[in-house]
């Protein structure tokens, strides 16, 4: 897992998605982008998913994190992906105002 993770400067989309689970221990966290690791039960998922994920999204400049959440309202897995801006680049704050994205740098 990517904790302190490094990308080229420049502009960045990124996709935050939480769930209200109860987290993920750090021996999970620790295998989760490797080939076929899965919690489930057997028959119930490949254990790809998070490794296809993040093949993707690094073969196009991104990055991808996962980690527990900080937020009490989501306790649970916090995905954050990192993908390279292909032009301006706008996001809708909440209460529906637009704002510019910050370039990392």
Known sequence: MKENFTVAPGEYVRLRVCDDG???????????????????????????????????????????ELSNSSDAAFPGALVRVYLPALGPATAMAPGGNYRSSQPIS
Request: charged share 15%; hydrophobic share 35%; proline share 5%.
């Open 22 to 64: 109860t987290g993920m221990t750090p021996e999970v966290q620790a295998h989760l982008f490797e080939p076929f690791f899965t919690t489930k039960d057997v028959g119930q998922g490949t254990g790809l998913g998070l490794w296809v994920s993040r093949g993707i999204v690094e073969k196009h400049g991104g990055t991808i």
